[in-house]
């Protein structure tokens, strides 16, 4: 195993410098002048040879003029150093600028994971217990209608709802307005505004897995090993839980943990509909306004997670299998 887990590693850093040089080089491609448009807004009080002698000054400075394996040489020096670089956009190091979002994006979206996977994996298992019952029928109409309607309608369709409708919750942010409550009262008041976005991922997401892991439970509970511990005299909870539900876990434990991997994701139309500040609407500020110092770093950040994640997901089916072993 240790074996298995170096040749991974290895083979994660691989990918990690292909795609790092792929992402830098497509970055450069993208049109824009970083220093002319840091420079625009003076632009009425300079002269023009003061303009471009500041403009001449600032591509220097940035290292705009330098050839562009020089430039990714400096970048990917600065990123195995852990520096990420400056903002362009707030002249602070993206490092410090990115915990802000990161920490509100995992907060919204352990709540909401943990959420979906509380409801989706009992009902899954419900439903293929008790395949074709009326629950059965009604929660499988409901589960293709949540799957196949866009995020966006259920957002629209929720804060009509509970925010315009009902008055519930609030339309947008994460607290209230000059509200400088602290421990137990500041929490309270978060998730009184994470309430509506909350709501929203939980139901979005609800479709997708119980239909999941009701396919999975139907399949484990044709085996014959299934017959076989009822024959034996097996009480139906210890069949279901411990035999069918561990087989039928395989499957599901790669988009269980995908969905934790997504944790650091964020959601681009959640936050940008709630104006949260998360990794989301981060990255694509970051894209608007041309600071691809923050979206090459955020871009980064994600690819390490989903190298990291793909690895944990390969380790556990053997932990969650004991028939699944790497071979020499």
């Not at 509909?273 to 994600?302: E, H, I, R, S, T």
Request: net charge positive; aromatic share 12%; glycine share 8%.
């Amino acid at each position: 195993m240790l074996k298995y887990i170096g040749k991974r590693v290895l083979y994660m850093v691989f990918v990690f410098l292909i795609m790092s040089l792929v992402m830098f080089f497509l970055y450069n491609l993208i049109p824009g002048d970083p220093a002319r448009a840091e420079l625009e807004p003076a632009k009425a009080t300079l002269s023009a040879e003061q303009y471009q002698q500041r403009y001449q000054q600032l591509r220097k400075q940035m290292g705009l003029d330098d050839p562009i394996i020089v430039k990714y040489g400096k970048w990917i020096g600065g990123i195995l150093k852990g520096d990420l670089g400056m903002s362009t956009r707030h002249k602070k190091p993206v490092a410090d600028l990115i915990k802000a979002p990161m920490g509100n994006t995992i907060f919204i979206n352990i709540f909401a994971t943990i959420l979906a996977l509380g409801i989706s994996i009992p009902l899954g298992i419900i439903c293929a217990v008790k395949r074709n019952s009326v629950m059965d029928n009604v929660v499988q109409v409901l589960t293709i209608v949540g799957y196949s309607l866009p995020i966006f309608i259920i957002t629209l369709v929720s804060i009509f709802i509970f925010a315009v409708t009902l008055g519930w919750f609030p339309v947008s942010g994460m607290n209230s307005p000059n509200f400088h409550g602290t421990g137990i009262a500041f929490f309270l008041d978060r998730m009184h505004y994470l309430a509506l976005p909350l709501i929203v991922m939980t139901i979005g997401s609800l479709g997708g897995m119980t239909r999941y892991v009701r396919a999975a439970m139907i399949e484990s509970l044709r085996m014959d090993y299934i017959r076989t511990a009822r024959a034996k005299g097996l009480k139906e909870k210890v069949v279901i839980y411990s035999h069918a539900w561990r087989n039928a876990l395989l499957p599901v434990i790669t988009l269980i943990i995908g969905w934790f991997i997504n944790i650091f994701a964020g959601s681009l139309v959640i936050e940008q509909m709630f104006n949260l500040n998360g990794m989301g609407k981060f990255y694509m500020d970051a894209l608007m306004n041309q600071d691809y110092n923050v979206a090459l770093a955020v871009q980064m950040f994600y690819m390490v997670v989903a190298l990291v994640g793909n690895l944990i997901i390969d380790l556990s089916y053997g932990f969650v299998d004991p028939r699944v072993r790497v071979n020499r």
